[in-house]
């Protein structure tokens, strides 16, 4: 079974970066959006950005500007470049990769952010 595994979690102070990657176990074909979710705790799970295979993005308001998310449909590779970030950014972040006959979800990677 094809799994996503996603790297670049970790503490960091506010105003730092990390960049999130996720990566397919096993090539997945037919992938037409990428994406990054995140989860806090106590809230529910909500879309961080979107790339779709032509190459447009979408971002949730509260990332915009700071956050980019970039990627490769066809190696089933994506990234998420994430700048200035802020403690309300600190939650369970989660790759995911669709097909239209199936949705891919990551085990998360941890992001905190606190002096």
């Known amino acids: 079974q094809v799994q996503l595994v996603e790297s670049g979690g970790g503490l960091v102070q506010p105003g730092g970066y990390l960049k999130l990657s996720c990566a397919a176990s096993a090539n997945i074909v037919g992938v037409y959006v990428m994406g990054w979710y995140r989860q806090a705790p106590g809230k529910e799970r909500e879309l961080v950005a979107l790339?779709?295979?032509?190459?447009?993005?979408y971002y949730t308001d509260s990332v915009k500007g700071r956050f980019t998310i970039s990627g490769d449909h066809a190696k089933n590779t994506v990234y998420l470049q994430m700048n200035s970030l802020k403690p309300e950014d600190t939650a369970v972040y989660y790759c995911n990769q669709k097909t239209i006959q199936s949705n891919y979800w990551g085990q998360g990677t941890q992001v905190t952010v606190s002096s």
């Open positions: 790339i779709r295979r032509s190459g447009s993005t």
